[in-house]
């Protein structure tokens, strides 16, 4: 089993629509997770921190699922500019360590 | 403006050519990465630094070099021995080790490499 892993997709959804997507890991004693939004051919930007309590940014919202290994983000509205592909990362136990999952690619149609 | 900065944006190497990646801070960071991602893939770690002179292997460090003589600089040299180099090189940074815990790497904005 990977370490952190992502469906790839892609995602196609019309404008407007919420969409979610789940990030498993397989270390259990992970402290921190992110997301981050990558456009084709660009470097990945952080998008967001995952927090335990789980955060919303604007129309992104971010959950952790301590119990079941995973987090989620999850996209309201969507605008055709949040086509991109979505990594998560997870930061080890002993914080020395981040891993990126594979990454979903979303694609938002008109 | 405070950023990470890697050129060449795109570079070519030729057959049994070494090759060196350039990536340079001014975020007073003390940890740095290098990342290679291949098409429709995700990011696997070369060799990351926590610290000036020191410096660690990750996943896929054969066929790649390293130096952190200084805390801002952080090049990545390519070597003959990587038979397979063609790849999207990413450069990122964070406070801290793994980004202190809680602290997010930034990334540069990356050097195409591909074969001649």
């Known amino acids: 089993r990977k370490e952190v892993e992502q469906d790839p997709g892609p995602f196609n959804v019309p404008e407007g629509a919420t969409v979610a997507f789940n990030c498993t890991y397989s270390?259990?004693?992970?402290?921190?997770f992110f997301w981050y939004r990558q456009d084709c051919r660009k470097e990945p930007k952080l998008l967001m921190s995952v927090y335990s309590s789980g955060n919303e940014d604007g129309r992104f919202t971010a959950q952790l699922n301590r119990a079941s290994q995973y987090i989620s983000l999850l996209i309201r509205d969507s605008k055709l500019s949040d086509s991109a592909t979505y990594l998560c990362v997870v930061i080890n136990n002993a914080g020395n360590m981040l891993t990126f999952g594979g990454g979903t690619r979303l694609m938002v149609k008109p | 403006d405070g950023g990470i900065t890697q050129s060449p944006k795109y570079l070519f190497r030729k057959e049994g050519q070494n090759v060196t990646l350039s990536c340079e801070q001014n975020?007073?960071?003390?940890?740095m990465y290098w990342y290679r991602q291949d098409p429709g893939q995700g990011l696997r770690l070369i060799y990351y630094?926590?610290?000036?002179?020191?410096?660690q292997k990750g996943d896929i460090a054969e066929g790649y070099s390293v130096s952190r003589e200084k805390k801002e600089s952080f090049p990545l040299t390519v070597t003959s021995a990587q038979k397979n180099p063609t790849a999207f090189y990413l450069c990122?940074?964070?406070?801290?080790?793994?980004?202190?815990?809680?602290?997010?790497?930034?990334f540069g904005d990356g050097t195409r490499l591909s074969i001649l």
């Open positions: 975020l007073n960071h003390d940890a």
């Open positions: 990122a940074s964070s406070i801290g080790r793994a980004g202190g815990g809680n602290q997010p790497q930034h």
């Open positions: 630094s926590q610290i000036v002179n020191d410096f």
């Open positions: 270390n259990s004693a992970s402290q921190s």
